[in-house]
């Protein structure tokens, strides 16, 4: 495989991309820090240029306002106010105007705003109506300078004889006007005096500007958007504004930016001109000419490309020597390792450097070297790997029949279960359908395998299993259960598994089925048949204990052998009796024949008569029994009888496995709506293996002390089955070494009445 670019020449673009994207970078670099310089001198230049054109600007007036307002003050011309000399005052007008040639509108009212002198004109003793700034000076009393704008008749009034020509007299002139009010000895205003500065007749403003400002700043001054007067001549003539710089500064916003004029892009800041009622009557402007900074800009663009250039191509032709130099020994290394890969192992290269590419060519003829080594040890091991790969064969052949084998008795197995079993995978098709589930189900296995477990529970009739198989894809309801139920004549058990994968998803179901009514019939045959059996024998039984009850009690001539012997007899004959009535309250319990009478009981007079009833027994084994049952609890709504019943099995219980001289704890507790009561004895405690077998009917638990004592395996059962019929629950508790407790529930009144109002007619 040869190279598309060889090192060199990828060393050369790789310096030459670096010199391009350094140079870029320190162009844009560059360039951004000069913008930002040169924008922050325009505005630096902007402010103090619009600084020192408002100073300028407002300077004339003030110079007005302190030149006229002494003279206000003379008492000479509040007389010429009062007495209305027309002359002297115009006379008086005449050296004002000597003093302040620039002041074109110099005019003299009195209180009432009639004008009584003005310049190069006789006054007419009209009001000179100029609203805001007159009034404002005669409220303030003091002097006023503002910016308004005057109608050109009523400048000609004033004797400004220009506006009387024809074409002018019905426009209007911007004027800085200055009003100084002439208050008299006793504080009232008897008079004031008008000058102004008509800004219209001076487009072009003073030399001196330019002087200051130079050739790249415009000073301009606009009346409502149009300019008036500007700083530079050739550029006089008719300009407006542009209708959004208009509202920044009708809203007293000073505006900044970049504006167009006469052609030419200028970095513009504008001050309003408001007059003494706040609105806008003109502007003030100072314009700073972008060209200069441009070609500053240009300039320094020019000379960093140049360097840049200059730069590269001396870079590149240094990089060009370096890299001939460098690559030789590199090329040399590649033709090297070139022939090791066509298999010539022999194959080494020169160390005549001493930098790190005579390192290289070390560690390149250590590489040589050290793949010949291995050259040969990789032959002698892959005879080795070949003999290990057969045998490993063999042994695949022998796992692989093994496990077909087990594959062939597990599907045997499957094939012979009376059960019927079937999985699904995790999307609920059945993939397993043994013979069995083909016979409850009734249907073929061509029809089932791949179909969806509802479809198959669908087309057998089994739809009363369908909620219970969505709930097994539901995580937080999988899991195994077990439902009876009859269908088409049978009843079935049906056993529910949910398969999970190794990260803990559904993968499918087990469901197995086992068809329990032979059975159940068998049972239910057993059952009747030890029932009619027990009634039969409690009969004849019963007379056998009342006959050896009364020979016992009578027959004083018996001798103590044959009266031991008539002891045993009746001993035998009472056990008998309640093995057989054990087994007639279990099937009258089962076959729901036991009648309950429930009503409200209180738990602590049942403890009582229950622990009577076993005291004697209890006695006769130095048993102690201890009852903590308090006459606090609530009352509960049982059968008062049956809950005896169920009190006394259990410590017949503990009393017959209870070591002797030991004491048997009975209490009760409120948990809820529910009384629990619980019998503890300090007897051996029974086996997790035994425990499954309590409360199940003919069941003992195992052990050779148990063994001995005996028993029907009818108790326990008993007293599940009643406290099952007052809704509660039965369950055995072990302690941490010796003893047993076995606990049940009974609802409050109350709380279950009219459940079990309805087994108290049976």
Same mark, same amino acid.
């Given at each position: ?23 870029? /970078? ?13 924008? /922050? ?40 106010? %009062? ?7 115009? +006379?008086?007008?005449? @050296? ?27 006054? $007419? ?70 000058? #102004? ?17 130079? /050739?790249?700043? *415009? ?33 007293? *916003? ?44 240009? $300039?320094?663009? $020019? ?28 090329? @040399?290394?590649?033709?090297?390792? %070139? ?8 194959? %080494?290269?020169? +160390? ?23 050259? #040969? ?15 490993? *064969? ?10 077909? !084998? ?33 016979? !409850? ?78 059975? @159940? ?6 059952? +009747? ?30 001798? &103590? ?60 084994? &130095?048993? /102690? ?34 070591? +002797?001289?030991?004491?048997? !704890?009975?209490?009760?507790? @409120? ?56 809704? #509660? ?24 009445? $009219? ?6 007619? %049976?």
């Amino acid at each position: 495989m040869h190279p598309r670019f060889g090192i060199k020449t990828k060393l050369l673009l790789s310096i030459l991309a670096i010199l391009l994207v350094s140079y870029t /970078t320190l162009l844009v670099s560059t360039m951004n820090t000069l913008s930002a310089s040169l924008h /922050t001198e325009i505005d630096r230049n902007l402010e103090a240029n619009l600084r020192f054109a408002r100073s300028q600007y407002f300077d004339r007036a003030d110079i007005v306002k302190y030149s006229l307002l002494q003279s206000t003050t003379s008492p000479s011309l509040h007389t010429e106010i %009062r007495d209305k000399e027309t002359k002297q005052l115009n +006379e008086r007008l005449d @050296q004002w105007h000597t003093l302040l040639p620039f002041q074109e509108l110099m005019v003299v009212l009195d209180a009432d705003k009639r004008l009584l002198a003005s310049l190069n004109g006789a006054p $007419d003793r009209l009001r000179f109506n100029l609203p805001g700034v007159i009034d404002q000076a005669m409220a303030s009393r003091v002097a006023v300078a503002s910016t308004e704008i005057i109608p050109g008749a009523l400048l000609c009034r004033a004797g400004v004889k220009e506006y009387c020509d024809q074409r002018k007299v019905n426009g209007e002139a911007l004027v800085v006007t200055v009003v100084i009010p002439v208050i008299g000895e006793d504080g009232a205003v008897i008079g004031t005096v008008v000058s #102004g500065d008509i800004l219209n007749r001076q487009p072009n403003l003073p030399t001196q500007l330019k002087d200051v400002f130079g /050739t790249d700043v *415009e000073v301009t001054i606009t009346q409502r958007g149009m300019r008036i007067a500007t700083s530079r001549p050739s550029l006089a003539g008719s300009y407006h504004l542009a209708p959004r710089v208009v509202d920044y500064l009708e809203r007293g *916003e000073v505006f900044r930016g970049e504006t167009e004029i006469d052609s030419t892009l200028y970095e513009t800041a504008i001050d309003p001109l408001l007059n003494s009622r706040g609105e806008f009557v003109g502007s003030l402007a100072v314009a700073v000419s972008t060209e200069r900074f441009k070609k500053i800009r240009r $300039d320094n663009l $020019d000379n960093i490309v140049a360097s840049a250039f200059l730069g590269i191509f001396c870079s590149f032709a240094l990089a060009f020597v370096a890299s001939r130099k460098l690559t030789k020994p590199l090329r @040399q290394l590649a033709d090297g390792a %070139r022939r090791i890969q066509e298999g010539d192992l022999d194959q %080494r290269v020169e +160390e005549t450097q001493n930098d790190e590419v005579g390192v290289l060519a070390t560690s390149f003829n250590t590489m040589a070297e050290a793949l010949k080594e291995r050259d #040969g040890i990789i032959t002698r091991k892959t005879v080795d790997l070949q003999e290990l790969n057969e045998q490993l *064969e063999r042994k695949v052949a022998d796992r692989t029949s093994a496990l077909s !084998m087990e594959m062939g008795r597990l599907e045997a197995v499957l094939t012979s279960m009376a059960e019927g079993v079937v999985v699904t995978d995790r999307d609920n098709r059945v993939v397993l359908f043994n013979p069995a589930a083909q016979q !409850m189900f009734e249907l073929v296995p061509h029809r089932v395998i791949g179909a969806s477990l509802e479809r198959v529970c669908q087309m057998a009739g089994f739809t009363v299993l369908m909620e219970r198989i969505r709930e097994l894809g539901e995580p937080e309801l999988a899991g195994g259960s077990k439902e009876e139920l009859t269908l088409k004549g049978k009843r079935l058990q049906v056993f529910f598994c949910s398969l999970t994968d190794e990260e803990g998803k559904f993968a499918g179901i087990v469901l197995s089925m086992r068809d329990v009514t032979v059975e @159940q019939q068998v049972d239910r045959m057993k059952t +009747e048949f030890i029932s009619t059996v027990s009634h039969e024998l409690k009969t004849p039984l019963t007379s056998m204990k009342g006959s050896l009850q009364l020979l016992l009690s009578r027959g004083k001539w018996l001798t &103590d052998t044959e009266r031991q012997l008539l002891s045993v007899c009746f001993r035998n004959t009472e056990r008998l009796i309640r093995l057989i009535s054990d087994i007639l309250d279990i099937s009258g319990i089962e076959s729901g024949g036991m009648l309950f009478d429930f009503k409200p009981v209180s738990i602590g007079e049942v403890a009582v008569y229950a622990v009577e009833e076993i005291k004697s027994y209890a006695m006769g084994r &130095d048993i /102690t029994i201890v009852n903590s049952v308090g006459e606090h609890l609530p009352t509960v709504y049982g059968d008062r009888d049956r809950l005896i019943q169920v009190i006394t099995n259990l410590l017949s219980n503990a009393v017959k496995f209870s070591p +002797e001289g030991k004491v048997i !704890m009975v209490t009760a507790e @409120q948990d809820g709506n529910y009384v629990v009561v619980s019998v503890a004895d300090r007897g051996k405690v029974i086996n997790w293996s035994e425990r499954e077998k309590l409360f199940k009917k003919f069941q003992q638990i195992e052990g050779a002390e148990r063994g001995k004592l005996g028993g029907t395996g009818l108790g326990l059962a008993i007293c599940k089955e009643i406290v099952d019929r007052h809704h #509660g629950r039965i369950f055995y508790t072990a302690a941490k070494e010796w003893g047993n407790t076995f606990s049940f529930t009974v609802p409050i009144m109350g709380e279950t009445e $009219d459940g079990q109002g309805q087994d108290s007619h %049976r």
